[in-house]
């Protein structure tokens, strides 16, 4: 296929109705799966904010442990000087830093339990996703599996009936070396008042079958116990399959798998 002509095999992909629906549902999957990268950027933030307010926490807390010990110290000096008692204000102003410390870490633990809990519903999003990715794929490939159902049901109904006939076809060695008992039995039948000329002729005319034909003859009359029935599927012919449905589920215009 020339570059042209694969170009524009890509246009009519692209211009279907059923790969709009998928690159449609293969985008929305694209975008959960961005939405949920960006939640996890946030979730990364939000965990050194907690740790920072911590750490905030803890040493508001020391600082109201020292501010209450210089005021102890303070106390004790005004009261052996029996002077005014000092101000408590240091210690009110250490409390409030260690309150509002304390309030910050409350939020951003509840603002990271929400940006974890975000996080579970755009996982669901995405599973949700590619469940449709999965669904317009199949629906894509509806008319290709249902030409193979249609064509396996065909065979169903038709080849043991062919390869029967051809096993006996086989067995009388109508496409020639030699003969057994069928053979003249059939002599006889066909051939019995015949004078030597017309038996020569009758043998050769024996040959019913025409001579490109005769490897697949015998190549089929051996499905008379239907043996390769019970072979394993093909398998380049499945890779191929999953293959093109890996590409079909991140790029519309794929070429569908041949059968």
Request: proline content about 4%.
């Amino acid at each position: 296929m020339s570059a042209h002509k694969g170009r524009l095999a890509v246009v009519e992909r692209q211009a279907d109705p059923a790969r709009a629906e998928l690159s449609s549902a293969i985008n929305q999957a694209a975008r959960a799966r961005e939405t949920l990268s960006k939640c996890d950027a946030s979730i990364a933030r939000g965990r050194e904010l907690v740790s920072t307010t911590e750490n905030l926490v803890e040493s508001a807390a020391a600082g109201v442990e020292d501010a209450r010990h210089q005021h102890a110290g303070a106390l004790s000096d005004a009261i052996g000087d029996n002077a005014p008692l000092p101000a408590s204000s240091a210690v009110e102003a250490a409390l409030r830093r260690e309150a509002d410390a304390k309030l910050a870490l409350e939020q951003a633990a509840a603002g990271l339990g929400r940006l974890k809990q975000d996080r579970h519903d755009h996982e669901l999003a995405i599973t949700l996703a590619d469940l449709a990715v999965i669904a317009e794929i199949n629906k894509l490939l509806a008319p290709t599996i249902e030409r193979i159902v249609i064509d396996a049901e065909a065979a169903a109904a038709t080849l043991p009936r062919a390869l029967s006939v051809l096993g006996y076809l086989g067995k009388l060695n109508l496409v020639g070396a030699g003969s057994n008992i069928d053979d003249r039995e059939v002599d006889d039948a066909l051939l019995a008042g015949l004078s030597r000329s017309e038996r020569e002729v009758g043998q050769r005319a024996k040959k019913v079958i025409p001579a490109p034909l005769e490897a697949r003859v015998r190549s089929l009359s051996h499905f008379g116990h239907f043996a390769q029935f019970n072979q394993p599927p093909d398998v380049q012919l499945v890779a191929r399959w999953r293959e093109a449905c890996a590409r079909l589920r991140a790029d519309a215009s794929a070429v569908l798998p041949d059968t």
